[in-house]
């Protein structure tokens, strides 16, 4: 008996809970609903996958200041949604989410947004809001197109998926007139493209469109995740991932993704990244010949690909203008990366000559850190902000060859080192590296009996060497006793590193 109550009471709440379902689903279509939205199949709009054609941009003319709602079903198009700039006219689309905007039909996009009425008849500028459904881009040039001219325009919980060339863009005319700031808003926004592969975009911010808030974004399947050649942006919490979908482009397991990037930067001004996860990008963070000020806090890199992926901030070599960049609080997991993975992979000299420390790198988590090239940037002391390091963890074997220290990059100041052996051998002595490449050394101390200390030049670092008259156990530990900072670690401290580790050439400069 007292079985059968609890399941005549199960399935009372059961059906209650159908009940308020429906409810809350119903006034979709009563007119109590359709008082607060434009139900659009309510006025001729067919969502059963057949072609529609002006009557769409024919009912958002004849609807100004109100909201569409589209319910769900397939809307199939022959000619791009159109919302007007005017702010006065702001027209707000509202897709269930089992709603799919799409077109056989090659489109110049599918949906743009601030491009007609652009005589601007209000002095307020009100926000305008696009929610739900999936652009499905496959015909189309750009999924959905923002006219920076109209600020604060906000996108929000809906897919972006296959298209061939930008998913989401964001620019002005040439007949540009505006502030500069778009303020554009994208929130819990998914874009998909075919293949990273391809030369797609996910998000792409044109010029004089500063100011954008991107967040809680996964974009994958891109060539390029963001794109921006504006500034002014602050990201947070976004996912960038390269991935092939069913029938995209795949080069082969060795070849795929190759010059992928997560995010370009083609623009001064100040950048705030959060939490931004470059999952399996060749190239992380890359930077033009421009000189932003970027703070890229808490960033994952990462790589489900082995042997794959060759920087986490890249800038062509010759690219040798200043830039700021503080990194703090990363997860930088380099098992999967390529060997001689840089961390840094911009021109040799910009952090050494870095007087002012406008790029630094401190608190990060690195992990696997075989991987990374023995004369990485971030293993300057400059850079992560230390006064001393020690070579190894723990007392290791040294065998009787020429076993590194670390090196020197170049730099204006000279470096006061102190190097510790052991208790009773210490070796100190200045050193100057210049830019130049000149090198200079003045010994403070005699050399500890039994060893002997050089030098040899590669890739612009001046490798630190010393070789012990016999294998004898040590922790070496190098102290920069005026902070100058242009020292560079070895990458992993439970391993020698030796002459061979940086160079084939066994020409050394003996002390």
């Not at 059961?14 to 379902?21: A, E, G, V």
């Amino acid at each position: 008996m007292k079985r059968l109550f609890y399941q005549s009471l199960v399935l009372l709440v059961f059906s209650c809970f159908i009940s308020s379902c429906n409810e809350k689903e119903e006034p979709m279509n009563t007119g109590s609903f359709s008082q607060e939205y434009v139900v659009v199949t309510q006025h001729g709009i067919k969502n059963d996958g057949s072609e529609i054609g002006k009557e769409l941009n024919d009912l958002i003319k004849a609807n100004y200041g109100r909201t569409l709602y589209f319910p769900p079903g397939v809307y199939r198009l022959t000619e791009p949604i159109i919302l007007p700039y005017d702010y006065s006219k702001n027209v707000n689309l509202v897709f269930d989410h089992n709603a799919e905007i799409t077109s056989f039909k090659h489109l110049e996009a599918l949906l743009k947004i601030g491009f007609s009425e652009m005589k601007n008849t209000s002095d307020m500028r009100l926000f305008s809001f696009v929610e739900g459904g999936t652009f499905n881009a496959e015909n189309a040039d750009i999924g959905i197109w923002v006219n920076g001219l109209k600020q604060l325009v906000s996108l929000r919980t809906l897919n972006v998926i296959k298209c061939h060339g930008t998913h989401i863009k964001i620019s002005v005319t040439d007949d540009f007139q505006g502030t500069g700031s778009s303020d554009t808003k994208l929130d819990n926004v998914t874009i998909q493209g075919f293949s990273s592969n391809e030369n797609n975009y996910g998000i792409y911010i044109d010029r004089a469109c500063c100011d954008c808030k991107i967040a809680d974004c996964f974009i994958y399947g891109t060539k390029c995740g963001i794109y921006t050649a504006s500034a002014g942006h602050v990201i947070n919490n976004v996912h960038i991932l390269s991935w092939i979908a069913a029938g995209g482009k795949n080069n082969g397991s060795n070849d795929n993704f190759r010059g992928t990037e997560g995010i370009r930067i083609e623009s001064g001004g100040f950048f705030t990244f959060n939490e931004i996860y470059f999952d399996t990008t060749d190239r992380d963070l890359v930077i033009g010949n421009v000189s932003p000020s970027i703070i890229l806090d808490k960033p994952i890199s990462y790589s489900y690909l082995k042997g794959f992926g060759s920087a986490l901030v890249y800038r062509p070599s010759d690219y040798k203008s200043a830039f700021k960049l503080k990194i703090t609080g990363g997860n930088l997991d380099l098992g999967n990366k390529s060997d001689n993975f840089k961390l840094f992979d911009i021109a040799r000299t910009l952090i050494p000559l870095d007087t002012d420390q406008n790029i630094t790198f401190s608190d990060n988590n690195l992990m696997n850190t075989g991987k990374l090239y023995p004369l990485d940037h971030s293993l300057l002391m400059k850079i992560r902000g230390v006064r001393s390091d020690l070579v190894t963890s723990s007392p290791q074997p040294f065998d009787s060859e020429w076993n590194s220290l670390g090196a020197i990059a170049p730099g204006l100041s000279w470096n006061h080192l102190e190097v510790r052996l052991s208790k009773e051998d210490v070796f100190r002595a200045r050193i100057r590296y210049s830019a130049k490449g000149e090198i200079e050394i003045e010994k403070e101390t005699p050399l500890p009996e039994g060893y002997a200390f050089g030098y040899t030049v590669v890739d612009q670092c001046c490798i630190l060497l010393f070789k012990p008259s016999a294998e004898v156990s040590l922790m070496p530990e190098i102290i920069d006793l005026d902070g100058n900072g242009n020292y560079l670690r070895t990458p992993l401290r439970d391993r020698v590193y030796t002459l061979k580790d940086y160079t084939s050439s066994t020409y050394v400069t003996e002390i």
